[in-house]
C-alpha cells in the first residue's frame, strides 16, 4: 500500500486545473473557498498522475458513492486537510484519512467515541491521541465503503498498533503516520501491508500523465 501526499500551497491560484476531469472542474468552481478549491484540485491531480484518471468515465461509484477505477485491479482513496492531500493506492479495499492536531473537542470525542477509546484519550493526555481514534474510525469507515452509514460510536478501533481489527465481521488492518503535524490513517482490509508514504512534489502534478501504479 502506499501514501502520496502533496501541499496544496502551490495550487491555491488554480495551476493546471485544465488537466483533471471536466466533472472536477466543476466541482471546483462550486467551492468558495480558495483552500477548498485548491484541495480538490489537488485531488484529481493525485488521481491524473498515480492513476491516469483523465476522464470521468473511468471511475464508477459504489452505492454510498464511494469510487473506484473501472477495469482496474488498483483500489484507492483520498482524503485532505489543512495543507494537504492524501492519495493511497492498494490491491484491495482501502480507506485513508488525514487530520491537523489541534485540541480535542470533548464534545466530538463523547459523541462519537466509545467508552474504552475515551478512556485510553485520558490516558494519552494528549491532543493527537483523539485524532489517533478519529483517523482510524474514518478510513475504515471510508475503506468499508459504508462512510457515515456506519456510525463511528459503533465500532472501536483500539489497540493502536498493527494488529488485526475486526470490524462489522470484517478484518481491517490500521496504518498510523505523523507529518507536520498532521495525523494520517490507512485502513486495508483483509491482509497487512507495509506502508509507504511518499510526497509528491507539486511541480510533477503539472507534467504529462505517467502511471505510477499498475
Known sequence: M????????EFMGLDGMELVTAERRERIQQYVQPADRARCLVAGLL???????????QLVFGKNGKPYLKNSRLYF????????????????EVGVDIEKTVPCDDA????????????????????EAFFYLWTAKESVMKGSGLGLAMLPETFCVLPVDSSPHTINGK?????????????????????????ELLTVVSASLATEVVLLEK
Open 108 to 127: 466530538v470525542a463523547d459523541r462519537c467515541l466509545t467508552s474504552a477509546e475515551r478512556t485510553w484519550i485520558q490516558n494519552q493526555g494528549t491532543n
Open 47 to 57: 488521481l491524473r498522475r498515480v492513476c491516469g484518471v483523465t476522464d470521468d468515465s
Open 77 to 92: 482513496n483520498i482524503s485532505h486537510a489543512g495543507d494537504y492531500v492524501v492519495l493511497a493506492t492498494a490491491d484491495r
Open 171 to 195: 478484518t481491517w488492518f490500521l496504518d498510523w503516520k505523523v507529518h507536520d503535524g498532521y495525523v494520517i490513517c490507512s485502513a486495508i482490509f483483509g491482509k497487512a501491508e507495509q506502508t
Open 2 to 9: 502506499r501514501l502520496y501526499i502533496c501541499g496544496i500551497q
